[in-house]
């Protein structure tokens, strides 16, 4: 079974379109995030969200928004593409504990090209 | 901020050697939580090993350790044995009380047979 799933896991699209890219975990975490890796490599936390609150980073532009119609999904909306959007961005999980040691599991990467 | 910093952009050992990966790291925390992941040519980012700062131990996995010096702030990750399988990204990550993972730019380790 995955654990966590994106969809796409390619998407090739026109400068100013809008897409989406779509999450799903069955782990019954609470906390989901995205990141962006860029072309160098550079792995960079966009959002984190649980019931409770959506922590933004402050760098990520407004084009982007996330959406998390129940605990299981969080959808990654992008408005108004742009050539420097190109880049792979993952989905992650994990399971808030008091302990804090708690594992992010990675999905497998959507990896989106604007041209 | 916290900040974390692989300094070795690129690593190489040769098969069943020995691999030290560097890695430092910047906080003003003290509890907090250290992680490396493996992200070999399929993408997919994998947990190979993590380590609780008020844990003095230091943490193992079979083939892999690290290297915990919480005064210097550096967590080196020492593969042993190493395998053609190692071959990969290696991301050196930082998760303190606000829940969000910091990571390194990343060592592209390769092995040679």
């Known amino acids: 079974d995955t654990a966590v799933s994106q969809t796409p896991k390619y998407l090739v699209t026109q400068m100013g379109n809008d897409k989406s890219i779509k999450c799903e975990q069955n782990?019954?975490?609470?906390?989901m995030y995205w990141y962006k890796q860029d072309s160098k490599k550079f792995l960079k936390i966009m959002f984190s969200?649980?019931?409770?609150?959506?922590?933004i980073n402050e760098t990520v532009p407004n084009r982007f928004s996330p959406k998390s119609p129940d605990k299981a999904h969080l959808n990654l909306h992008i408005n108004s593409l742009e050539l420097g959007d190109s880049a792979v961005y993952f989905c992650?999980?994990?399971?808030?504990?008091?302990?804090?040691?708690?594992?992010?599991?990675f999905g497998p990467g959507t990896r989106l090209t604007v041209l | 901020a916290q900040t974390v910093t692989q300094s070795q952009p690129e690593m190489s050992v040769q098969e069943a050697e020995t691999v030290t990966l560097s890695c430092t790291y910047d906080t003003s925390e003290s509890d907090y939580y250290l992680f490396w992941y493996k992200q070999p040519p399929s993408r997919q980012m994998i947990l190979v090993i993590r380590q609780e700062a008020y844990k003095q131990q230091n943490a193992t996995e079979n083939r892999f350790s690290v290297n915990f010096q919480k005064a210097a702030k550096s967590f080196s990750l020492k593969i042993s044995d190493s395998q053609l399988g190692d071959a990969a990204m290696y991301f050196c990550?930082?998760?303190?009380?606000?829940?969000?993972?910091?990571f390194g730019a990343g060592t592209r380790l390769t092995v040679k047979p």
């Open positions: 782990l019954g975490h609470d906390t």
């Open positions: 969200y649980n019931n409770k609150e959506l922590i």
């Open positions: 990550a930082y998760r303190g009380s606000y829940n969000d993972m910091r």
């Open positions: 992650a999980s994990s399971q808030e504990s008091l302990a804090g040691d708690n594992e992010q599991f």
